[in-house]
């Protein structure tokens, strides 16, 4: 899917990256695991050596994401972090189940690249320093692995496509609020280059683009017009036409002076470029895959018979196939439909989890499909569509010691709200040879417009395998994937309502014969962190603790310093806090002015350079509740943003959570 979706952060993003280990700094006197030199530790005790051979074998699932097909061999390029690296990095494989060749070695993850699409001779790839999400566009030349800037390090840089006729790339840029004068914006833009990254001095200007929420483009196939989302709202996008020739911008889904607000996202052309593919709810609740005819100005309706998002589609270049993701109650399946019926084929067997990426190899109709489950990290196959066969590309490595096909299934659990909404939750149960009454976990996903979705927990299944906790991930009103009613019940005024609904969550604990509502810890990141905030405001009778992870403590605060170009979109979901009504109310609801009721100890995790949640909301609650008297445990990383991705970082997060849990959940 596009990539401004995954703007809303969920807290899988945040903690799953607790992925693999780096070897620990030991203090020889004190037998404790010391803290790098990047993390900032307060009131955290120090962690036993022994705690932390205990867990380190959960600290090294590696799996693969896909990234993209070689235009020309058959080989794929991949994320992966390998043995005693720091970070995800990008590699190539050659054939299926060849040992990975190393591109690149950044102290940053570098996770997103595409190859030039004609010969692929170089590799154009994002980075960003520290956290920070100002990601720069780089040229990697396969032949000599020289590396080159192709972008103004004083914007921030996201890749939209290739033409098909040249290895010309089209890309957009947005200022950073650091080159602005008081560092902020009122109202930042989106430049629209069109660039030969073998000459990145010649790059031309296309467009200037109001606002910046300009993502996901597709080009005709004829290299005359891109196809672009304006997201406005996770319940409003549009789809604009821009002529690459003149930079004109035409809008074209909703057709312009319809008020219609739905969300609207380019698939691709078709090989005549008669007709776009789009993906979009305007005809119901869920996202449906539609054929938008350029001459009869008509939408066909593809998917309207399933009642489930599509989240994810690719084409084949012949047109012949279309691939679909479709977000199954919380379960990613493969669905593939004819493209010139516009008919759903037969099923095809798969390897059993969750498909969270697909792409047909370019000229072909194999499938590449990355699969990962609660019983494994992410691995990457590849589907012959007309023989029906599947074939590994990778496996993922699990440590010695572990056998993960033992892990226990997930499984969706349902109850009702307080104003009779229907909720549901992802729970992944301790394995049955633990009796009695299970302590929880509550885990609640960022966003809002996020999801918790069925597949591996990485280094969580400690707590399940080990520790006998049972993890609950409850969707929300708000939360993605239950159609776009449910999507907006908290907009606004609503935002307490999904706080009632994890109190409803608590209540449907307490009736359940394997758990115990007597020992329920919340963790949560990003609006998740918000969300566990508030569980400490509200329920600090009916938790153990909570843990915030880059998580709102102040909704005022949070929308004058979040970075200005995310700032109008962030508006729409929690008000306008310069309209004076909506401010009262913000100010009202937020952890920060709460403080006095947090009474359960509290855990607040950040990273110094996030752009999205600023490290002054951690500070600030921090403060606040120590004021109060409760205890605060605090862990800030000079070199991470929006959640911890380098491993010695995530490895000290992890064991000092477990350190807070044991001090308050098991005790």
């Known amino acids: 899917m596009p990539r401004a979706l995954a703007l809303a952060a969920s807290l899988a993003t945040a903690v799953l990256l607790l992925a693999c280990s780096t070897p620990p700094s030991r203090s020889p006197a004190a037998g404790s695991l010391l803290p790098n030199e990047n993390l900032v530790v307060q009131g955290i005790p120090p962690i036993p050596m022994p705690l932390v051979q205990q867990v380190e074998k959960y600290t090294d699932f590696r799996g693969h994401g896909f990234v993209d097909w070689h235009p020309l061999r058959d080989e794929m390029l991949v994320s992966h972090r390998k043995a005693g690296a720091n970070t995800a990095q990008l590699f190539r494989v050659a054939s299926p189940l060849a040992s990975p060749e190393q591109l690149t070695d950044f102290a940053d993850p570098v996770t997103e690249a595409s190859y030039e699409p004609r010969q692929g001779r170089y590799l154009v790839f994002s980075r960003s320093a520290g956290g920070n999400e100002a990601e720069q566009l780089y040229r990697l030349d396969l032949d000599t692995r020289t590396v080159t800037l192709l972008t103004d390090p004083d ?114 052309f078709t090989p005549d470029d008669a007709a776009l593919y789009v993906l979009s709810d305007r005809a119901g609740e869920f996202r449906e895959l539609m054929r938008y005819d350029f001459a009869s100005r008509e939408l066909q309706r593809i998917t309207a018979g399933i009642p489930w998002d599509v989240s994810g589609a690719s084409l084949s270049d012949d047109g012949a196939l279309i691939a679909l993701k479709m977000n199954v109650d919380g379960r990613e399946e493969l669905r593939l439909f004819d493209g010139r019926t516009l008919r759903e084929r037969g099923s095809t067997a798969l390897p059993a989890g969750s498909v969270n990426a697909l792409r047909f190899k370019p000229k072909t109709q194999r499938l590449a499909l990355a699969v990962d489950s609660a019983q494994g990290p992410g691995q990457l196959h590849v589907l012959d569509v007309a023989s029906g066969g599947v074939q590994s590309w990778t496996r993922a490595h699990v440590p010695p010691g572990l056998d993960t096909a033992a892990f226990p299934d997930q499984r969706i659990v349902r109850w009702t709200s307080f104003d009779g909404l229907p909720m549901s939750a992802v729970l992944s149960p301790p394995p049955t040879r633990f009796a009695g009454k299970r302590p929880v976990v509550v885990l609640v996903h960022g966003g809002p417009e996020a999801q918790a979705t069925m597949g591996f927990l990485g280094r969580w299944n400690y707590l399940i395998n080990e520790l006998g906790v049972a993890i609950v991930e409850p969707n929300v009103r708000g939360s993605s994937g239950y159609g776009k009613t449910f999507l907006s019940l908290d907009n606004g005024m609503q935002r307490e309502d999904s706080v009632k609904d994890l109190g409803t969550l608590l209540d449907w604990i307490a009736t359940q014969p394997d758990l115990d509502a007597s020992r329920v810890l919340v963790v949560g990141g990003s609006y998740g962190g918000y969300m566990s905030l508030a569980a400490s405001v509200h329920f600090a009778d009916r938790i153990k603790g909570a843990i915030d992870i880059v998580g709102i403590s102040s909704f005022v605060s949070f929308l004058n310093n979040t970075e200005s170009y995310r700032r109008e979109l962030r508006r729409v979901e929690y008000g306008d806090e310069r309209d004076p009504a909506m401010r009262e109310f913000l100010e009202r609801i937020s952890p920060l002015n709460n403080a006095r009721m947090i009474r359960k100890p509290l855990f607040v995790i950040q990273g110094k350079n996030d752009p999205r949640v600023p490290w002054t909301e951690a500070e600030q609650i921090v403060e606040r509740v120590r004021s109060v008297g409760t205890p605060v445990w605090y862990l800030r990383a000079e070199n991470e943003g929006h959640g911890f991705r380098r491993k010695e970082n995530a490895d000290y997060q992890f064991y000092a959570m477990l350190r807070f849990i044991q001090e308050t959940l098991l005790k």
């Open 155 to 268: 914007q921030r840089h996201d890749t939209v496509a290739w033409l098909h006729q040249g290895s010309q790339l089209l890309y957009t840029s947005v200022p950073l609020d650091r080159t602005a004068e008081g560092g902020t914006r009122a109202n930042p833009g989106t430049t629209l280059w069109l660039v030969d990254p073998l000459q990145p001095e010649g790059r031309r200007k296309l467009a200037e683009l109001p606002g910046t929420g300009w993502f996901g483009g597709e080009v005709s196939h004829d290299d005359r017009r891109l196809a672009i989302t304006n997201y406005r709202s996770a319940n409003e996008s549009q789809i604009w036409l821009i002529d690459l020739a003149s930079g004109a911008p035409t809008r074209l889904l909703p057709d312009a002076g319809d008020a219609l607000k739905a969300t609207h996202l380019p698939v691709g």
